[in-house]
């Protein structure tokens, strides 16, 4: 029998399994989500050890001809930091196996500060700050400039509601509960523009699925 073919009554039968949750939770569900789990985190161990783990260790202990002395001793101190990690099933409250993981905390923390800051805030502020152009008035200059208004009160009403709380005595200004509730709004219609998109995504994978097992039967 054609592997190909193998693999797709697989899938298929794999995709039935995940449907049948549609029922309620029940063992077949079960199997598969158990399997789909199994399987990355196998792959996922996978890439680690061949792609991360081993070049390190390999570099380590047989440098190519041309690597530098500092190279070599670099590549031994992720290996001693994963040493100190793996000692934490022996020694869970030893100070020392604790070193590794406080390392990986405190740089993971700050790689994923640094990325939301340079990879979200701080293009995001950038982009509320446009300039209008009053000089040309045709349609789409016009069109670009009340975008351009829209986008920036917009940022302004969603951080009011933020920012602006109830003050030491519950009570603000009128204009700073208008403004606040636009921001409401605003944040409203932005999340519901997202789960939007969110469903749009998994009804696209629903009916490659559903296409798939029509495939498959010869449908």
């Given at each position: 029998m054609d592997i190909n073919l193998i693999g797709g009554i697989v899938a298929g039968l794999l995709t039935l399994m995940v449907f049948s949750y549609l029922l309620g939770a029940n063992p077949l569900w079960r199997l598969a989500?158990?399997?789909?789990?199994?399987?990355?985190?196998?792959?996922?161990?996978?890439v680690i050890l061949t792609q991360v783990i081993a070049p390190y260790?390999?570099?380590?202990?047989?440098?190519?001809?041309?690597?530098?002395?500092?190279?070599?001793?670099?590549?031994?101190?992720?290996?001693?930091l994963g040493l100190l990690l793996l000692l934490r099933i022996a020694f869970p409250s030893a100070?020392?196996?604790?070193?590794?993981?406080?390392i990986v905390v405190v740089v993971g923390s700050a790689l994923a500060i640094g990325g939301a800051l340079?990879?979200?805030?701080?293009?995001?502020?950038?982009?509320?700050m446009r300039l209008l152009d009053f000089t040309n008035l045709d349609a789409p200059t016009i069109a670009r400039d009340i975008g351009d208004i829209v986008l920036v009160?917009?940022?302004?009403?969603?951080?009011?509601?933020?920012?602006?709380?109830?003050?030491p005595n519950g009570d603000r200004p009128a204009p700073i509960r208008a403004v606040?509730?636009?921001?409401?709004?605003?944040?409203?219609?932005?999340?519901?523009?997202?789960?939007?998109?969110?469903?749009?995504?998994?009804?696209?994978?629903?009916?490659?699925?559903?296409?798939f097992l029509l495939t498959l039967v010869g449908l």
């Open positions: 989500q158990s399997l789909f789990v199994g399987v990355s985190v196998g792959y996922v161990t996978l260790i390999a570099r380590a202990i047989v440098p190519p001809s041309n690597t530098p002395a500092t190279d070599r001793w670099l590549a031994v101190v992720p290996i001693a100070w020392p196996t604790s070193f590794g993981l406080n340079a990879g979200s805030i701080i293009p995001q502020a950038l982009d509320t009160l917009g940022v302004i009403c969603a951080l009011a509601y933020f920012a602006f709380g109830a003050r606040s509730a636009t921001g409401r709004w605003v944040l409203v219609v932005s999340f519901g523009a997202i789960l939007g998109s969110l469903a749009t995504t998994f009804y696209a994978a629903l009916i490659e699925r559903l296409q």
